[in-house]
């Protein structure tokens, strides 16, 4: 079976052109991870590009790789139809059996939908909720890619949803859904979290209103006086973001609360394996990779009841799940850990075997080819 992918190449998105090898995401990496190991599947990896970059015909034994430049018209002020041309005269060579798109930010779902070739595409954000929440001005990213999210979905032959919220969100206008979690890396896996005096209390993701912070933050001053802990955040902000301003504020008046900024995922896993518990207070979050992550390494679990999150952690028996708009939830659920390490062991070992079953590369590779077989049979 000949699979197109339709990605972003990272280097394009953080301008990062001069590194000589592509890198996705954390979920299309660990898609990637398992389907390598697919001796039934070619794929053909597309992405597109703004300024010259290196690209390795093949990343893999049965994985190749194209490169698509495209000048800067073509992308968002043309609501990505420079990519969509693009890509459609690449497939055209390619001549896949199926095209899936991942992810409904960018070009990636739009160029499967219009691509004339059987699709499937993977929603990791829901744009349109997201952008509601942020309230996101006219003409801004989030309010474009809201719209383009509306205008893809009627107009893909399915959707691969990686949590039952997604689903619930597009099942009015995708003619056909699968669920299908993301998949964690394997090294993830290999990490177990050693017995150590480790309190660090670690809360992952871009410093902004949707992450939530600020108000993790506030909820845990009244524990801080009582538990002896440190609230450790890993993600960059936007010096013009007010909210991000009000958060370096709120950190730096805290002696308990550490900033780091961004980590790459080998810094990440060092911050797991010394973390006391993952803290995830989001308004609105689908399958955040960092809670499947954490899960795979064994760290102890506390999250928002919003969006995807509840099909990862069920509370009480893999993690506790909090109300984020409630300071006493979010420090209950806290005090919980720090005060009895053996039921966040406990949640923390429930949790690491049920990630071994479900987020494994290999076996969400396998559903994936699964969801392609299905979607040839329905075509034919």
């Given at each position: 079976m000949k699979v197109a992918m339709i990605l972003t190449d990272e280097r394009e998105e953080f301008s990062q052109y001069e590194k000589p090898i592509p890198f996705f995401g954390p979920a299309p990496t660990a898609l990637l991870e398992g389907l390598c190991k697919c001796s039934e599947i070619e794929l053909h990896i597309v992405s597109?590009?703004?300024?010259p970059m290196r690209a390795p015909e093949k990343l893999a034994s049965?994985?190749?790789?194209?490169?698509?430049?495209?000048?800067?018209?073509?992308?968002l002020r043309s609501a990505y139809s420079g990519c969509v041309v693009a890509i459609r005269k690449k497939l055209q060579q390619i001549q896949p059996d199926v095209v899936h798109g991942q992810g409904t930010e960018r070009y990636c779902a739009l160029a499967a939908a219009l691509s004339g070739f059987p699709n499937v595409i993977t929603i990791h954000g829901n744009m349109r909720p997201i952008a509601e929440i942020n309230r996101a001005r006219l003409l801004s990213y989030q309010?474009?890619?809201?719209k383009l999210e509306q205008f893809t979905l009627p107009r893909v032959d399915g959707v691969v949803c990686v949590s039952s919220h997604t689903e619930s969100l597009v099942r009015e206008?995708?003619?056909?859904?699968?669920?299908?979690?993301?998949?964690?890396?394997?090294?993830?896996?290999a990490d177990r979290v050693p017995e150590s005096g480790s309190r660090d209390i670690l809360c992952v993701g871009l410093v902004c209103s949707l992450k939530n912070q600020n108000a993790l933050i506030q909820a845990l001053d009244r524990l801080a006086a009582e538990q002896n802990f440190r609230l450790v955040f890993l993600g960059r902000g936007s010096v013009s973001d007010p909210y991000f301003q009000e958060f370096l504020r709120l950190v730096c008046a805290r002696p308990w609360c550490i900033h780091e900024g961004?980590?790459?995922?080998?810094?990440?896993?060092?911050f797991l394996r010394r973390a006391y518990a993952l803290a995830l207070p989001s308004l609105e979050d689908n399958c955040p990779m960092v809670l499947l992550e954490a899960a795979a390494g064994g760290v102890?679990?506390?999250a928002a009841r919003v969006g995807g999150i509840p099909d990862l952690v069920q509370d009480q028996q893999t993690g506790l799940?909090?109300?984020?708009?409630?300071p006493n939830s979010i420090a209950s659920a806290a005090d919980r850990y720090l005060s009895d390490r053996s039921f966040a062991k406990q949640m923390a070992e429930n949790a690491r075997i049920a990630a071994d079953k479900c987020f494994r590369p290999t076996v969400v590779a396998d559903k994936h080819l699964e969801t392609y077989r299905q979607l040839l049979a329905e075509k034919h």
């Open positions: 597109c590009t703004k300024k049965n994985i190749w790789f194209h490169l698509i430049r495209v000048r800067q018209w073509g992308w309010w474009c890619a809201a206008l995708a003619p056909h859904t699968w669920l299908i979690p993301n998949a964690v890396t394997a090294d993830f896996f961004f980590v790459d995922s080998r810094t990440l896993k060092k102890p679990i506390m799940l909090f109300d984020p708009s409630d």
